[in-house]
Structures are given as structure tokens and as C-alpha cells.
């Protein structure tokens, strides 16, 4: 029953009791038969008792009344401040806007958001909007006015900028509602206001994070503290090939690639305790199958009980970093022309096979190869046909190795090989000569068919070396030794092979001694002409008279000579001395045509030979047509645009020029053609096969027609029989020098030569 009803009823109740009691309570007092007197007396009381009745009636209706009105008001005080305290709590206030009177009220907390007292906020609408951000004003009012016109009563929600006491503004959140009044007319607007800047902030950064988070190029997986994957962005999925609805939920360990064992994942999980993150690299399987690696760092989310709630692990495909650091190592380690590993790689491996020696008691051997007379081909053929008969060189030699053997190009024409399982010199040297044997056959480069050999130094470990320089540096002496054995041969490493690399340092420093003391001497050797016999010239080559070796042959100190520049005061002297006795003998009325001088190509490929011949012929008086240098085929053809420069000036000088052991060297015809020169000395080692020797005939043969179809005079070097002699008169060679005709002899012991012969005349 609701309060109108109760009270009606209440109403009727005491109009229905009263009127019975005024209709009835009379007749009752007459049935008593009173006198007047008691009855106006009972009359009176009567009276007084309803009044006192009703009045009590109406005293414990109104206090019944009073204490409901009481109790609600309670409540009501008691629910406004709950809302109050609630709000406050939130960080919120209320707000009142009476639309008919245009005033607002302001809880005091709202103006706590404000950091004002709601004094200041006032009442009026429009101090309020003084607050808000201009650029919320429109949608601010827009939506007053669409709650006005559409006059809905629904709960809406806004959030616009208030500015706060301290300058900044606040973005407040409003819930509010439209309450009609009995006309259905808007009365009223009240709601609740919130501040969320902070909120705000946070849906800023998150918005934010989201974005990097799906633009960014790491793969990022999230799991739960039980480890299951609980998110991942869109790289995660363009590296490991898994989508997202294929990973929730899983364990990141479907990723695993089995390469790391269970120390590896035990010390990640133990970092991760101990300082909450991880880094480093890691091997894992995309889902195609095929492994790669990553750079990964996890981290720990722990929640505000400082537990563990996630794991995040971001991570990089390094795949192409580390392809190119391999690239990196393989360039650093290996020989770009041949692929075959360089020297730095090649010292390690002989470095790894000596300490494997050292352990497990193995022996081996370190070989040097290198390629005679490789110089010549790269240049007389250019540098592209020499790197590419490098390469093939390179290749041939890698067929023949065998296991545990490393074939390496360390440098220019040197290769170098390492065979670890080599126990003896024997098996050194089967392998040293099927190297060599491989070698023999043609190389076709660029459709030019080319012939190269090789000579190998060979050093066994342990035996001759246990440290990788010295057994390198064994191996060059015993090189050095094969070289000088004449070519296309191996030699072993030996004690003797260091001291002699010693005597050459002694040497060096004795020949200077010799220069300054006097001691060299130059003999001379006859040149003869093939034709008649007669001597027509000689040649100067000079020796050393050593206090206590005695005599010593260019050969010994010549290529010491020049390893040490001291060539260029040998020759120098030389070239004074043999001219003064040119001029000596030709004063002396000898009929000798010319004296030739050897040139070292070192001298020769400075230039300024020509000054020094020059100064040489001026200052001896020497016609230059009485002097002839020697130089070789190679030294011309190491630079020949530099040589042939320089041998045209020579030639202006009026000096003869000679090609010194002619078909040791590459020379090519073309250039050859050019070359101001007037003869070609065959080398010795072709003459010395005569006559027997059908291809050194061959060559002989072919050379002299060579010359002489270039215009050039011919001599053979070296003759020692007689049936050399008979051969080269009949292949038409002009001049001849040899045993057969006279040793290097000292200019007097010649002048009696000379002297017997001066009765016959010269040609
Ligand atoms: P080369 O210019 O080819 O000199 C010829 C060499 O052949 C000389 O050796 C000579 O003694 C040797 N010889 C001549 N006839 C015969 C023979 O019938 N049989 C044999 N087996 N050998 C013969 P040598 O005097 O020992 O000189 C060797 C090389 O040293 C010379 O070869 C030359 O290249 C160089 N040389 C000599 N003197 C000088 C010099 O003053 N300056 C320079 N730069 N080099 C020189
Ligand atoms: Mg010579
Ligand atoms: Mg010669």
C-alpha cells in the first residue's frame, strides 16, 4: 500500500469513528439518565476526552511522520554522502545545471578536479565554459543543443578540456542525463564528471606501442608466466613463418631448432632470475623447417605483486649478418682469384697440424711451390692471362690432393701445401714429383696454349721445424735451393740450407768490403766469329778475388748482388774497367771489334743507364761502336715500353746491344720486332744439348733464323765441343763463345792470345 492510500484510509477510519462517536455518544448519555447538571458536566468531559483523544491520535501520527521524514532525510544525507565519498574516491564530482534558471552546481569535488574551491566555479553556465578548451567549445555546445532538440533522456557520455588552476588543462569525463520536467519540457541537466587526463595519457602510449609494436621489424612474442604465447606481432610472423592464430597459446619451444643442448637454456633461464633479462644469440626453426639465427633478448613483466606475469621476447633475424660476416671470414681467409685458402689461413692450418703433431705424435710436411719464370708470362702476356693460368695451376694442383692436405696460394706465384699425413721424405717427395708431373701438360688460356713449371721447398715437421715461421721459413730455403738446382725441381729442407741462407748475409757484407778494397776482377772471354774463328770481340764477367776462397764466380755473388743493390756499383765498375781496357788494347794496335758488358735487369729497368754509359765512353775515350751491353730477355721484358725507350737511347749513343740468354724468357715476337738491337745470344743450356738433341737442334735452329730474319746477328753460348761448332756453322750461326775457344780469362793472359794471333788478320 503505498502513502495517498494509507493516508486515506487513515482519513476515513477517524471520519467513520468520529461521526459514530458524535451520532452515538449523545444517545448513550441520555440512556444514562443524568441530571443537567451531570450531564453537562459528562458533557464537558466528553468533550475534553475526544479532544485529548485526537490530539493524541494526531500526536503520534505527526511524531510517526517526523521520525519517518527524519529517517529518510538520514538516509538521504547518508546516500548523498556515500555518492559523494564514492565520487571523491574516483576522483570525481557532481554537477546540477538548472536549465530553466541557467544556474550550475558544482560538488566540491568537481572543483577539486579544477584545483579551485566551488566558490570560484560560481553558478553561472558561462563562467564554466570559461574553462574549457576552446577547441572543445562546438562539440561541446553541438551536444547540448542535440540533447535539447531531440529532448532524450538517455545517459550520454562526453570528455572535453578544462583548464586547471595551474595552467594546464585537464580532459575531463562527463556522464550526464536530461531530466524533463511534468510538461515533458528539459529541466534539468546533471551528470558526473571524472578527470582522465592520465587515462588518456596511457591510451595515447598504448595506441602508440601498438603501432611500433606492429610496425616494428623485431619479432616480438609475449607469453604468460606459464609460457604460452599469449601474443605476437606481424614480423614474428614474417620471420618464423607461424600466424598469430597458429602460435596463441603454444609454447615458444615449437620454435627450438635442437641446436642448443639443455646448459645453453639452463644459464638463459638463470640470467632471466637473476637480472630479469637475456640476450644473446639463438638458433631457432621457422616452421618451414629450416634454421636460422636470431638476436633475441627476454625480458620479465612482473605485475604490481611483483611477480612474474610475462615474458617478452624480442628478437632479429640474423641471417644476413651472419651470411656476411662468413662472407667476411671466407674473403679474410681465402684467395679471391683461386678460392683457395691465402696465407693467414693457411699459417693457422699449419699452426693447428704442428700442435696436432706435437699431441698425437704426427709428422708432415709444408711445401712451397712456386712457378718458374711466372714474371715473364704476366707480363709479356699481360696480368689477365696470368691470373688465369694462376687459377688453373691452382686447380690442377688440387686435384692431386689427397685427405688432410691443404693447398693454399700465398702470394703471387706461390702456392703453398700442407700435408699432414706425410711420415716420410719418400712420400714428400712422390708427392712433390706428381705435383710437378700435373703440372707438364699444356694450359690452355684464352686459346693460347701456355707451358709453366714449378720448383718445391719442402720442410718436414717435426723433424726440421716445430713453430710455423721457422718450418715456413725451412721450406722457402729449401725453395731457394730447388731454384738454384735449375729449375722445375723439389728440394728438401737441411741444416746446410740455413747456413748457407747465413753465408749470404756474410756475403753481402764482404762484397761491399771487396768493392771498397779492389778485390773484384773482370776476365774476359773471346767471341769468335763461326765463320773464320777469329776472334772478333770479348766479353767482360767479372769475379772476385776473396783473400781466402779465392776466386769466386759471379754466379755466387751476383744474385746477392742484387739483392742488395750493390749490382749497380758492380756493373758500374765493370763497365769503367772494361771500357779503359778496350781502349788499352786498341791503343796496344789489338784488332778486337768490341768489348761486351753485362747489364743486370736491375740496373736496367732504372733509366739512367744511358748517363752512366755515356759518362763512362767520355770519360774512357771509348768509341761507343767498340762497346756492346748485354742485357737479358727478361730484363727487357719486364717493362718492355720502359726498355725499349731505354735501348733507343742507348742505341743513339752508338753502342751495340745484345739479348743475353736468349729462350730462357717470354719474350714476344712483337715486341721483339721493335727492339733496337743488333744480336741475340742463345742461351747455353740449348747449345749444350747439340748436336744430339733433336729439339734443342729444333731450337737452335729456329732461333738463328729468327735473328736473322730480324736482322739480327746471332751467337751461341757455351760451345764446348767441336761438334758443336761444325753443327752451328752449318745452321748458319754468326759468332759463337765457349770453352772450345777460350775460358774467362784476365785481360793479359787474353792479350797473349790476342798477340799470337795478331800475325792472323781480325774480322
Ligand atoms: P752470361 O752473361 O751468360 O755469361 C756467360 C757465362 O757462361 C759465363 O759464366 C761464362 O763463364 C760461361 N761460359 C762461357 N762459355 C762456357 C762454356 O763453354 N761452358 C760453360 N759451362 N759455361 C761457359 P760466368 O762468368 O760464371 O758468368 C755467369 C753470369 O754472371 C753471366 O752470364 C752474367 O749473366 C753474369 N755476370 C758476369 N759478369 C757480370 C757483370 O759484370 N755484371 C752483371 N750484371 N752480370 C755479370
Ligand atoms: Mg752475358
Ligand atoms: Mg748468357
Known amino acids: 500500500m503505498n502513502a495517498p492510500q494509507g493516508a486515506w484510509r487513515l482519513t476515513l477510519s477517524y471520519a467513520f469513528g468520529a461521526a459514530l462517536w458524535v451520532l452515538f455518544s449523545d444517545g448513550l448519555l441520555m440512556a444514562l439518565e443524568l441530571s443537567v447538571a451531570q450531564q453537562e458536566r459528562v458533557q464537558l468531559l466528553k468533550g475534553l476526552g475526544f479532544v485529548l483523544l485526537t490530539s493524541a491520535l494526531l500526536y503520534s501520527i505527526l511524531r510517526s511522520h517526523q521520525q ?71 562539440a561541446f555546445e553541438r551536444n547540448i543543443q542535440r540533447r535539447m532538440s531531440t529532448l532524450s533522456t538517455a545517459p550520454y557520455e562526453v570528455s572535453y578540456r578544462l583548464q586547471h588552476q595551474d595552467g594546464s588543462y585537464r580532459w575531463i569525463q562527463s556522464r550526464g542525463r536530461l531530466l524533463l520536467d511534468k510538461h515533458g519540457q528539459p529541466e534539468r541537466l546533471i551528470g558526473t564528471a571524472s578527470d582522465i587526463t592520465q587515462r588518456r595519457k596511457d591510451e595515447d602510449s598504448l595506441r602508440q606501442a601498438a603501432v611500433v609494436f606492429d610496425a616494428t621489424q623485431e619479432g616480438v612474442l609475449v607469453t604468460d608466466a606459464q609460457q604460452h604465447v599469449v601474443h605476437c606481432n606481424p614480423a614474428f610472423t614474417r620471420i618464423t613463418g607461424y600466424s598469430e592464430k597458429e602460435i596463441l597459446g603454444q609454447s615458444p619451444s615449437i620454435l627450438k631448432s635442437g641446436r642448443h643442448d639443455k646448459d645453453f637454456y639452463n644459464s638463459l633461464w638463470q640470467a632471466l632470475k637473476n637480472r630479469g633479462a637475456w640476450s644473446g644469440e639463438v638458433w631457432n626453426r621457422r616452421k618451414s623447417g629450416e634454421i636460422y639465427p636470431q638476436w633475441q633478448c627476454i625480458r620479465e613483466i612482473r605485475d604490481g605483486q611483483g611477480e612474474v606475469s610475462h615474458y617478452v621476447a624480442v628478437f632479429s633475424d640474423i641471417t644476413a649478418l651472419k651470411r656476411s660476416q662468413q662472407e667476411l671470414d671466407y674473403l679474410a681467409h681465402h684467395d679471391p682469384l683461386s678460392n683457395l685458402p691465402n696465407r693467414l689461413l693457411f699459417t693457422e692450418r699449419v699452426e693447428h697440424a704442428l700442435e696436432r703433431g706435437r699431441i698425437d705424435g704426427y709428422s708432415g710436411a709444408v711445401m712451397l711451390i712456386d712457378l718458374d719464370h711466372f714474371k715473364h708470362i704476366n707480363e709479356s702476356l699481360g696480368h689477365n692471362i696470368g691470373d688465369l693460368l694462376l687459377k688453373d695451376v691452382g686447380e690442377r694442383l688440387s686435384q692431386q690432393l689427397g685427405k688432410r692436405m691443404t693447398l693454399a696460394r700465398l702470394g703471387g706465384d706461390e702456392f703453398g701445401l700442407l700435408d699432414e699425413s706425410c711420415g716420410s721424405p719418400e712420400q714428400a717427395a712422390v708427392l712433390a714429383q706428381r705435383l710437378q708431373t700435373c703440372m707438364s701438360s699444356v694450359f690452355q688460356i684464352n686459346q693460347q696454349e701456355l707451358f709453366i713449371t714449378a720448383s718445391i721447398g719442402i720442410s718436414l715437421y717435426p723433424d726440421d721445424a716445430d713453430d710455423v715461421g721457422q718450418i715456413l721459413r725451412n721450406a722457402d730455403s729449401a725453395l731457394f735451393k730447388a731454384k738454384n738446382s735449375g729449375r722445375e725441381s723439389y728440394a728438401f729442407y737441411s741444416q746446410e740450407l740455413t747456413a748457407h741462407a747465413h753465408q749470404r748475409v756474410e756475403l753481402a757484407s764482404a762484397l761491399r768490403h771487396a768493392l771498397d778494397h779492389q778485390e773484384l776482377r773482370v776476365y774476359y772471354q773471346p767471341l769468335i766469329c763461326l765463320r773464320n774463328q777469329h776472334v772478333i770481340g770479348v766479353e767482360a764477367l767479372v769475379r772476385w778475388q776473396h783473400p781466402q776462397r779465392g776466386l769466386v764466380a759471379p754466379g755466387e755473388f751476383i744474385p746477392v748482388a742484387e739483392e742488395t743493390g750493390l749490382i749497380s756499383a758492380i756493373d758500374a765498375w765493370v763497365l769503367e774497367h772494361s771500357c779503359r781496357q778496350m781502349v788499352a788494347w786498341q791503343a796496344a794496335g789489338y784488332a778486337l771489334k768490341f768489348v761486351a758488358v753485362n747489364v743486370s735487369s736491375r740496373l736496367f729497368s732504372r733509366g739512367e743507364l744511358d748517363h752512366r754509359v755515356a759518362e763512362v765512353l767520355r770519360a774512357t775515350g771509348l768509341d761507343p761502336a767498340c762497346l756492346e751491353l748485354e742485357v737479358t730477355e727478361s730484363a727487357v721484358m719486364d717493362n718492355p715500353d720502359a726498355a725499349l725507350a731505354l735501348l733507343q737511347r742507348l742505341r743513339a749513343l752508338g753502342i751495340r746491344l745484345a739479348i743475353d740468354d736468349f729462350g730462357t724468357g717470354y719474350s714476344s715476337l712483337a715486341r721483339l720486332k721493335r727492339l733496337p738491337v743488333h744480336k741475340l745470344k742463345i742461351d747455353q743450356s740449348f747449345i749444350s744439348g747439340l748436336p744430339h738433341d733433336p729439339s734443342d737442334v729444333a731450337i737452335t735452329r729456329t732461333v738463328i733464323a729468327l735473328g736473322h730474319s730480324l736482322g739480327l746477328k746471332v751467337l751461341a753460348e757455351g760451345i764446348e765441343q767441336v761438334e758443336q761448332v761444325e753443327l752451328l756453322q752449318q745452321l748458319g750461326c754468326d759468332h759463337a763463345q765457349g770453352y772450345y775457344f777460350g775460358r774467362p780469362q784476365p785481360a793479359d793472359q787474353l792479350a797473349a792470345r790476342l798477340a799470337a794471333r795478331s800475325d792472323t788478320p781480325h774480322t
Do not use: N
Request: proline share 6%; net charge negative.
Open 68 to 138: 519517518h521524514q527524519q529517517q529518510g532525510h538520514r538516509a538521504l544525507l547518508r546516500s548523498e554522502k556515500r555518492l559523494h565519498q564514492a565520487l571523491e574516491a574516483a576522483g570525481g564530482g557532481i554537477w546540477d545545471w538548472d536549465l530553466q534558471h541557467q544556474q550550475v552546481y558544482f560538488s566540491p569535488g568537481y572543483a577539486a578536479l579544477l584545483g579551485i574551491r566551488p566558490e570560484t566555479l560560481g553558478v553561472d553556465p558561462l563562467q564554466w565554459q570559461q574553462h574549457l578548451h576552446p577547441d572543445d567549445r562546438v
